[in-house]
């Protein structure tokens, strides 16, 4: 098992940056491939981006590609993203997911690891 939960959120003006991170605690962070989602108000949940156990592969999707990376510190046991050039369509609940193969990443179904959600907000 695995917990997560995710900080950094907040207010931010189109163009500017935040950094979300991930905090992991429980069974070895390693052994677990990070995603990010997120979900906003009537949408369905959103696949942001992923990173293998040992961050050799990242996958990111298409609406952020970039301008979002995600990355994973394991001597912390921290995964962030950084998300850069915000525009009001990224303003969303974001959430950490965890799961330990790296395959359909993008079906949030498959993760049964999940942060509470931070809020991003992208204002004018």
């Known amino acids: 098992q695995v917990q997560l939960v995710e900080s950094g959120g907040g207010l931010v003006q189109a163009g500017g940056s935040l950094r979300l991170s991930c905090a992991a605690s429980g069974r070895a962070f390693s052994s677990y491939c990070i995603s990010w989602f997120r979900q906003a108000p009537g949408k369905e949940r959103e696949f942001v981006a992923a990173i293998s156990r040992d961050g050799s592969i990242r996958l990111t999707g298409d609406s952020v590609k970039g301008r979002f990376t995600i990355s994973r510190d394991n001597a912390k046991n921290m995964a962030y993203l950084q998300m850069n050039s915000l525009i009001s369509e990224d303003t969303a609940v974001y959430y950490c997911?965890?799961?330990?193969?790296?395959?359909?990443?993008?079906?949030?179904?498959?993760?049964?690891?999940w942060g509470q959600g931070t809020q991003v907000t992208v204002s004018k």
């Open positions: 997911a965890a799961k330990p193969s790296f395959d359909s990443m993008r079906a949030p179904s498959t993760y049964n690891y």
